[in-house]
């Protein structure tokens, strides 16, 4: 039950971006109809267990073949990097990288959109990651040692098409005004984040913290719900680590919620 709740979880979540309008990346869009194969090991870092969501997506579609995946190029024993996958699609060559990503947008990062989009923790970013996509991720179809495995697919590096299968879940301030967003996907934005003293603004309700994997599942009212003294007990070990838990949430109408708490 709760692998497919995943699975389903990250082959539903919505592209980042459409088409190509970010940075010219190319999305792929995957099918939302495909059916889970094989159980995946949860003991994965939740980056890894999406990946193998999406190879089993494109195994289970008619429309792709996978010629290959984690495809690791190595130059004097030294690993340069991975290609995740190489697929034909209607007589097309692809190289696509993928991407899982949970982001919360901080109004005071920059002006600029896409600036502010950063991981819940802060160690991280969305113009971070399309830079190592840009710079590493992307140009590694080109290295010369790539060549040889490239080579025996049948294909060469200036044969295939690159794009990108960069899904996430977003989450905006709980006190902010609202934010025209003209470059990401809005279907993307899954709830808000709080500081710790807004959380008072929802000591009424019904908690619930999911483990990493199950960050991906849409909330649903078979969990063990706490009350919000417990919950703060709780989110405050996080937030003392620098730790910015997720959560579930329930109103007094049993409306569900996700949202994050933040430590900055």
Same mark, same amino acid.
């Given at each position: 039950?709760?692998?497919?709740?995943?699975?389903?979880?990250?082959?539903?979540? $919505?592209? *980042?971006?459409?088409?190509?309008?970010? &940075?010219?990346?190319?999305? %792929?869009?995957? @099918? =939302? /109809? +495909? !059916? #889970?194969?094989?159980?995946?090991?949860?003991?994965?870092?939740?980056?890894?267990?999406?990946?193998?969501?999406?190879?089993?997506?494109?195994?289970?579609?008619?429309?792709?073949?996978?010629?290959?995946?984690?495809?690791?190029?190595?130059?004097?024993?030294?690993?340069?990097?991975?290609?995740?996958?190489?697929?034909?699609?209607?007589?097309?060559?692809?190289?696509?990288?993928?991407?899982?990503?949970?982001?919360?947008?901080?109004?005071?990062?920059?002006?600029?959109?896409?600036?502010?989009?950063?991981?819940?923790?802060?160690?991280?970013?969305?113009?971070?990651?399309?830079?190592?996509?840009?710079?590493?991720?992307? $140009?590694? *179809?080109?290295?010369?040692?790539?060549? &040889?495995?490239?080579?025996? %697919?049948?294909? @060469? =590096? /200036? +044969? !295939? #098409?690159?794009?990108?299968?960069?899904?996430?879940?977003?989450?905006?301030?709980?006190?902010?005004?609202?934010?025209?967003?003209?470059?990401?996907?809005?279907?993307?934005?899954?709830?808000?984040?709080?500081?710790?003293?807004?959380?008072?603004?929802?000591?009424?309700?019904?908690?619930?913290?999911?483990?990493?994997?199950?960050?991906?599942?849409?909330?649903?009212?078979?969990?063990?719900?706490?009350?919000?003294?417990?919950?703060?007990?709780?989110?405050?070990?996080?937030?003392?680590?620098?730790?910015?838990?997720?959560?579930?949430?329930?109103?007094?109408?049993?409306?569900?919620?996700?949202?994050?708490?933040?430590?900055?």
């Amino acid at each position: 039950m709760i692998q497919s709740s995943i699975y389903n979880g990250i082959i539903t979540t $919505p592209n *980042l971006w459409k088409h190509a309008l970010v &940075e010219d990346i190319d999305q %792929l869009e995957l @099918s =939302a /109809d +495909s !059916i #889970q194969n094989e159980l995946i090991s949860t003991k994965i870092r939740l980056g890894m267990f999406a990946e193998q969501c999406v190879f089993q997506a494109l195994e289970s579609d008619s429309k792709f073949q996978l010629l290959a995946k984690n495809i690791q190029i190595i130059e004097n024993n030294i690993t340069l990097g991975e290609l995740d996958c190489i697929l034909e699609s209607e007589s097309k060559i692809i190289h696509l990288e993928i991407a899982y990503k949970f982001y919360l947008f901080d109004p005071n990062m920059s002006k600029n959109e896409l600036s502010c989009w950063i991981g819940p923790n802060k160690k991280d970013s969305l113009l971070e990651k399309i830079e190592k996509l840009k710079k590493k991720q992307l $140009p590694l *179809l080109f290295h010369s040692k790539t060549a &040889e495995s490239l080579s025996k %697919l049948g294909v @060469s =590096a /200036d +044969s !295939i #098409q690159q794009k990108v299968c960069f899904k996430a879940q977003l989450f905006t301030p709980f006190s902010s005004n609202k934010v025209d967003y003209k470059t990401i996907n809005t279907d993307c934005i899954y709830g808000v984040y709080y500081t710790k003293h807004e959380l008072m603004e929802i000591n009424q309700r019904k908690f619930y913290i999911p483990n990493k994997l199950e960050w991906i599942v849409t909330p649903h009212q078979s969990v063990k719900w706490i009350n919000y003294d417990t919950f703060i007990e709780q989110i405050d070990a996080y937030l003392k680590n620098q730790k910015s838990p997720l959560f579930w949430s329930k109103d007094k109408k049993g409306n569900l919620s996700k949202g994050f708490a933040v430590w900055w």
